[in-house]
Nanobody
Framework: QVQLIESGGGLVQAGGSLRLSCAAS????????MGWFRQAPGKEREFVAT????????YYADSVKGRFTISRDNAKNTVYLQMNSLKPEDTAVYYC????????????????WGQGTQVTVSS
């Protein structure tokens, strides 16, 4: 089992920045690829970014490419999502998740999920 706890969400104006953190406990964190997903009201949960266990490869949804950066610190059992140039359409609950797969953008491939953190971007 892996337990995931997100933090760092909040209210920010358009054009601003936030950094989300996801702290993991339980099984060896470095053995998992990690992902960030988000879900806006009335919408499906969607892929945002993912990072391989080593941190050597990252992948992003087109909607956030160039604005968001995913990273991880295996010594601290933590994955981050740096979000810059935020837009109102980025408003959502953001979830981190862990998968046994090398990498994936499919939410069904993720086995463990955090409880989510709210990000609200005002215009």
């Amino acid at each position: 089992q892996v337990q995931l706890i997100e933090s760092g969400g909040g209210l920010v104006q358009a054009g601003g920045s936030l950094r989300l953190s996801c702290a993991a406990s339980g099984r060896t964190f470095s053995g998992y690829a990690m992902g960030w997903f988000r879900q806006a009201p009335g919408k499906e949960r969607e892929f945002v970014a993912t990072i391989t266990w080593s941190g050597g490869n990252t992948y992003y949804a087109d909607s956030v490419k160039g604005r968001f950066t995913i990273s991880r610190d295996n010594a601290k059992n933590t994955v981050y999502l740096q979000m810059n140039s935020l837009k109102p359409e980025d408003t959502a609950v953001y979830y981190c998740a862990a998968t046994h797969r090398l990498t994936s953008a499919a939410k069904n491939d993720y086995h463990y999920w955090g409880q989510g953190t709210q990000v609200t971007v005002s215009s």
